[in-house]
């Protein structure tokens, strides 16, 4: 092996075009440990923070980014129980925050932060997908406990994460329900599995009732806090909502009384981890891509380290719906 490899290393905020190749050491690997041979990355909302300097305390320069990744194991550290060459993917648990990240030729993990895979998909569409899956199937299962036949609402639908968690619903055999406020991405949308669009404004109580008019069974909210009210109302008792995101920013609900909330419906969060999406089901939904019975929306994809600037500015000024994914060839 080399003893260098090129990498995005950042010592401060930079704009995108800040985001250079450089030549850096290549990381050895301790006990429990992987180190992974990097193939594909998706571009996340939170990288673009932490490039900006605007990320949490958790969160300090120098720093590789990229808080997933899929690649082939090349080495391992004692005690890890995973062949060279094993396909996975990892995401999260610290990833481009409190360690350095994918936007490099390798990275170095905890054994127990991989999951390891097989398929024949391109590496540009498994890149796409850690990150977002892990969100969608644990806001669905964990969030939710979604059931077969359940109706259903994705509040914010064309979000990377909502169009996948359409997806993964209507793979569960829920009748999704999902909304945007561009009437124009309709078809898209029932394209990756939604039964029922809605445009998100004034009408959309009235039309989400005339769906489900004894109350929806469950509903995932991505677009914002403030207006988990009006989603609760339009649950029934014993049905549940999960707040996941808030497009908006906004994060509370202003003068919030637990009285709000209606009798018998249940309200929760999810900010889960890359454990709540286990190999058996990365794996199903793996299948179920390269079969062509549930969808995913990429939305550009970028060959090579030196294009992860343009990706950047991509992902600010570029309203294309989709995940944005980065592909490293080999050297």
Same mark, same amino acid.
């Given at each position: ?35 992974? @041979?990097? @193939? ?8 673009? &923070?932490? +490039?900006?300097g ?5 969160? %300090?320069?120098? +720093? *590789? ?15 890890v ?15 481009? @925050? ?9 990275? *170095? ?19 796409a /997908? ?50 945007t ?6 078809d /898209?949308?029932?394209?990756?599995? !939604? ?17 489900a ?10 677009? %914002?806090?403030?207006v ?8 029934? %008792?014993?049905?549940? *909502? ?31 981890e ?28 970028? &060959? ?6 343009? !990706? ?7 309203? +294309?719906?989709?995940? +944005? ?7």
């Amino acid at each position: 092996m080399p003893e260098t490899m090129q990498a995005i290393r950042l010592t401060g905020p930079v704009p995108p075009e800040g985001l250079t190749v450089t030549e850096v050491p290549l990381p050895a690997v301790a006990a429990g440990q992987v180190r992974i @041979r990097v @193939r594909a990355f998706g571009i996340n909302e939170s990288e673009v &923070t932490s +490039r900006k300097g605007e990320s949490g305390p958790d969160f %300090s320069f120098p +720093r *590789v980014l990229g808080i997933e990744a899929v690649g082939v194991v090349d080495a391992i550290g004692d005690g890890v129980d995973l062949p060279i060459g094993q396909k996975v993917a990892t995401m999260m648990g610290g990833l481009g @925050r409190t360690i350095d990240g994918s936007y490099a030729e390798h990275t *170095v993990v905890d054994a127990a932060n991989t999951i390891p895979f097989d398929t024949h998909l391109d590496w540009g569409v498994v890149g796409a /997908l850690p990150e977002m899956l892990q969100t969608a199937h644990g806001s669905l299962t964990t969030g939710l406990h979604l059931q077969t036949g359940q109706q259903v609402l994705i509040h914010g639908g064309t979000s990377t994460v909502g169009l996948t968690a359409i997806a993964i619903a209507h793979h569960l055999g829920a009748t999704v329900t999902a909304s945007t406020r561009n009437p124009a991405r309709a078809d /898209l949308m029932r394209h990756v599995g !939604a039964d029922h669009v809605v445009i998100d404004d004034d009408t959309l109580p009235v039309a989400v009732s005339a769906i489900a008019p004894h109350g929806l069974d469950a509903a995932l909210e991505f677009v %914002s806090a403030a207006v988990l009210p009006d989603v609760l109302a339009l649950t029934r %008792s014993g049905g549940t *909502v999960c707040f996941v995101g808030a497009l908006s920013d906004e994060w509370t609900i202003p003068n919030f009384s637990p009285f709000a909330i209606p009798n018998g419906v249940h309200l929760t969060s999810y900010a889960g981890e890359a454990a709540d999406l286990s190999a058996d089901a990365f794996g199903r939904y793996l299948d179920a891509i390269e079969s062509g019975t549930m969808h995913i929306v990429i939305s550009d994809t970028y &060959t090579g380290l030196d294009q992860v600037a343009a !990706a950047h500015q991509d992902f600010g000024s570029n309203h +294309r719906v989709g995940k +944005r994914v980065v592909v490293i060839p080999t050297r």
